[in-house]
């Protein structure tokens, strides 16, 4: 278990932290998620000692470790860019931290032959990073920061300088290697997709705050707020009311409609119709001038004969509606754009890049 309770971190006059408190239960997979700036990578910093906090504290299994330096958390960290050791082999890349503890040669031989099975780079022992894609080496990455068995793994961005293929694979391969390995794993992303693929609990966070934790299921169907909902999947207006692109159900008006718009059901003209695959996107405008999406499968669309320039109600049905109070003293984010961040490659508790 990692408990944070009452975390603050400033830099200079802005608050990075403001009184975070969470638990991490031991041998989950929790995903730290938040628009950029929001605090995800200052938290799992200051959980790693990367950051010390100007209060609060952070328990990890037990021990108070607010005090005690990074090398001594029995933590893992992986980094977006890893910090490799450029002139050694995987094999001696995995080994590092087995070797500077002076563990006996066997013991290494073994532990790292059978991380380097559990990551799949079998076959790349005796190669160099630079021979790695940079999956593998993300893999690499990770069977070095697994092969001290540490308490924790805290993983910022593991993925992210990765293509997006690439990137949905291998967070795949992260909860089957979590599934195996138990470790209690902490994960920021600013990706709402990948915390919803792989976490057990997702905490969102926005300037600074925690505005709400639980399982994916959760977040997505019984968001706290507008800027939870919004980040965790599309959000659609209709006349005003919040709801979910494909819980919004199209209707065609008859020859002697008098239906008057209202909450939850507007008269909109369709702009355009997109297929995605199974499903179509039906990009609408209201009279007003509101722009919104509906999300439909082809059956419906084909169906209601949906073309652009003609008339259809948007019904949010009632069910699907969430009356849902704004965070104090914030906005509904733009979108989880991609972020540009260039992650520190500083590692924890071995020398700088070689
Ligand atoms: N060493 C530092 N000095 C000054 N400001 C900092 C420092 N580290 C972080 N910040 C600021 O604190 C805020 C939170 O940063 P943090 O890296 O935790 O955000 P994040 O949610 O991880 O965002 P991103 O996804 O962009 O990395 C940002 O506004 C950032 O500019």
Redesign the pocket.
């Known amino acids: 278990m990692i408990t944070v309770t009452g975390a603050r971190k400033d830099?200079?006059t802005?608050r990075?932290l403001d009184d975070v408190s969470i638990e991490i239960p031991s041998g989950t997979l929790t995903a730290l998620l938040?628009p950029?700036?929001?605090?995800?990578?200052?938290?799992l910093r200051s959980i790693a000692g990367l950051e010390s906090l100007d209060a609060g504290t952070v328990v990890i299994a037990g021990r108070d470790v607010t005090r005690v330096p990074p090398q001594q958390r029995g933590i893992g960290f992986v980094f977006q860019h890893y910090a490799a050791f450029k002139h050694m082999t995987v094999r001696d890349n995995v080994a590092f931290g087995l070797t500077i503890r002076r563990r006996p040669k066997a013991e290494v031989r073994a532990k790292v032959d059978e991380l380097l099975e559990v990551v799949g780079l079998e076959g790349f022992q005796h190669r160099y990073p630079a021979q790695l894609s940079g999956g593998q080496r993300q893999r690499m990455a990770l069977a070095r920061a697994l092969a001290v068995d540490p308490e924790v793994l805290l993983l910022d961005?593991p993925f992210g300088a990765l293509d997006a293929k690439v990137r949905a694979d291998l967070r795949r391969w992260l909860r089957r290697l979590h599934d195996e390995v138990h470790v209690t794993t902490v994960l920021?992303t600013?990706d709402q997709e990948e915390a919803l693929d792989v976490a057990d609990t997702i905490a969102v966070?926005n300037r600074?705050r925690i505005e709400q934790i639980g399982d994916p299921d959760t977040l997505y169907d019984a968001p706290d707020n507008q800027f939870v909902m919004s980040f965790l999947g599309s959000v659609s207006s209709v006349g005003g009311t919040l709801v979910r692109p494909h819980d919004i159900v199209l209707e065609r008006p008859a020859p002697d409609d008098t239906r008057a718009n209202g909450p939850g059901r507007v008269l909109a003209t369709i702009e355009r119709v997109v297929r995605l695959g199974f499903e179509v996107r039906v990009e609408l405008r209201d009279a007003d001038g509101e722009r919104f999406a509906a999300e439909v499968t082809r059956g419906v669309a084909q169906q209601l004969g949906l073309v652009a320039g003609e008339q259809v109600w948007a019904v949010a049905p009632s069910h699907a509606v969430r009356d849902l109070p704004q965070p104090p003293d914030a906005g509904v984010p733009a979108d989880a754009a991609e972020?540009d961040?260039v992650a520190s490659t500083a590692g924890v508790g071995e020398p700088a890049r070689a």
């Open positions: 830099f200079g802005f990075a938040g950029s700036g929001s605090g995800k990578s200052t938290l961005e920021v600013h966070l600074g972020a961040e």
